[in-house]
């Protein structure tokens, strides 16, 4: 799949748009989401050009893999989430609802979140 450098996460990486940040490193930038679905929901993004975790596994270099992860980690011990716990959802194309082209994950904590799947 081509890249679109005019997706939303594009450009808060670049800077175009703003974004309420929680946490930056040289390898991830993680954010408040303006659309809220628990408490605390805080997206994760690598700084790349990568639209699946498929594509960022084999494609991404090996610091950046570890440097993301290690971000993701980190974003939830800023936010304070250690102790209650949290759930991490990364969507990957349109059976998933992927609504941004741009490998991304959800931190989504605060409150029980209840099963997994309710009906499918």
């Keep these: 799949?081509?890249?679109?450098?005019?997706?939303?996460?594009?450009?808060?990486?670049?800077?175009?748009?703003?974004?309420?940040?929680?946490?930056?490193?040289?390898f991830a930038?993680?954010?408040?989401?303006i659309n809220p679905q628990a408490p605390v929901?805080?997206?994760?993004?690598p700084k790349g050009e990568y639209v699946s975790m498929a594509e960022f596994s084999v494609g991404a270099p090996d610091e950046l893999l570890t440097g993301f992860f290690r971000?993701?980690?980190?974003?939830?011990?800023?936010?304070?989430?250690?102790?209650?716990?949290?759930?991490?959802?990364?969507?990957?194309?349109?059976?998933?609802?992927?609504d941004v082209p741009h490998l991304h994950f959800h931190i989504l904590s605060g409150k029980p979140l209840g099963p997994m799947l309710?009906?499918?």
């Design 1 to 26: 799949m081509v890249y679109d450098t005019e997706n939303i996460f594009s450009k808060i990486l670049k800077g175009e748009i703003p974004c309420n940040k929680v946490y930056e490193d040289e």
């Design 29 to 33: 930038l993680a954010f408040h989401d």
């Design 41 to 45: 929901h805080t997206l994760v993004i």
């Design 71 to 98: 971000a993701i980690g980190e974003t939830a011990r800023v936010l304070g989430l250690d102790e209650d716990g949290y759930r991490l959802i990364a969507n990957t194309g349109k059976n998933a609802h992927q």
């Design 118 to 120: 309710s009906n499918f």
